[in-house]
């Protein structure tokens, strides 16, 4: 069974507790996991307050790294602009091409529904179909979110 590379773009403090009970429970044989951060990098971690069998499992990444166009999956949580840039900046790559990436999930799915539904309306009037709109998926959970990522390439 191969390793599904995914990157978790920074979750927001409300969802800390969830985040770090998940990152425990993952089976490091089916995913390969990668933190997203932006900004100064001791701070973050440290906010983070993963615990240790949590951080042995994650490879942290800052906006600079090099590896953020290998993954097959991403997930989001509302965390300010740079997050919503690097969503963004996604979907374009897998728009282009660019990308192996073939899942998107967000979180928490109250938050980004109405956004989605904007987008997939906007794409129906100017009859245009993007395919990255497509590899969407919605989730008020992070465990959830794995899930998701798992059915996709498991079954």
């Known amino acids: 069974m191969k390793k599904i ?14 985040f770090n009970e998940t990152i425990s429970s993952i089976d490091v044989n089916q995913f ?4 997203g951060l932006v900004g100064p990098m ?17 490879t942290i990444l800052d906006q600079n790294s090099d590896n953020y166009d290998d993954f097959k999956a991403y997930i989001f949580s509302p965390n300010g602009l740079s997050y919503l840039r690097s969503f963004f900046k996604t979907m374009e790559m897998i728009e282009k091409n660019h990308s192996s990436v073939d899942i998107v999930v967000l979180y928490p799915k ?3 529904v109405k956004f989605i539904e904007w987008v997939k309306e906007k794409n129906k009037d100017d009859n245009i179909m993007f395919k990255s709109v497509n590899c969407i998926e919605l989730t008020n959970d992070i465990k959830e979110a794995f899930n998701i990522i798992k059915r996709k390439y498991y079954g």
């Open 5 to 18: 590379k995914v990157c978790i773009c920074q979750p927001d403090k409300e969802n800390m507790k969830s």
């Open 32 to 35: 390969e996991l990668f933190l």
């Open 42 to 58: 001791d701070n973050l971690i440290n906010s983070l307050d993963l615990q240790e069998d949590g951080l042995n499992k994650i």
């Open 110 to 112: 109250d938050y980004w």
